[in-house]
């Protein structure tokens, strides 16, 4: 199993972008798939996760600024993040819950002020 993520850069405070995490299966297989963070000298920490039925939970600091979605055609689950602050910098990661979790590679995101 393998877990693709891109679409990180540069931007500055106040912009958005938006990641993909690209699946070599489908995604319906996976009993949950998130994005996480990790900011330096900080913990992993949730962003978003969408459960096999489409239920979605957010970390308080992101909710009603990010997105999460998927495109089952795509096997691709997507973090559109909006109004972004420095705060958000941070390698995200995106997850997949098979029997076990699988992680793809870390893609930054740097917010400049």
């Known amino acids: 199993v393998q877990l693709q993520a891109s679409g990180g850069g540069l931007v500055q405070a106040g912009g958005s972008l938006r990641l993909s995490c690209v699946a070599s299966?489908?995604?319906?297989?996976?009993?949950?798939m998130g994005w996480y963070r990790q900011a330096p000298g900080k913990q992993r920490e949730l962003v978003a996760q969408?459960?096999?039925?489409?239920?979605?939970n957010y970390a308080d600091s992101v909710k009603g600024r990010f997105t999460i979605s998927r495109d089952n055609a795509k096997n691709t689950v997507y973090l559109q993040m909006n109004s972004l602050t420095p705060e958000d910098t941070a390698i995200y990661y995106c997850?997949?819950?098979?029997?076990?979790?699988?992680w793809g590679q870390g893609t930054q995101v740097t917010v400049s002020s």
């Open positions: 997850k997949g819950l098979l029997a076990y979790d699988y």
């Open positions: 299966r489908s995604i319906f297989s996976f009993q949950s």
């Open positions: 969408i459960s096999r039925p489409g239920s979605t």
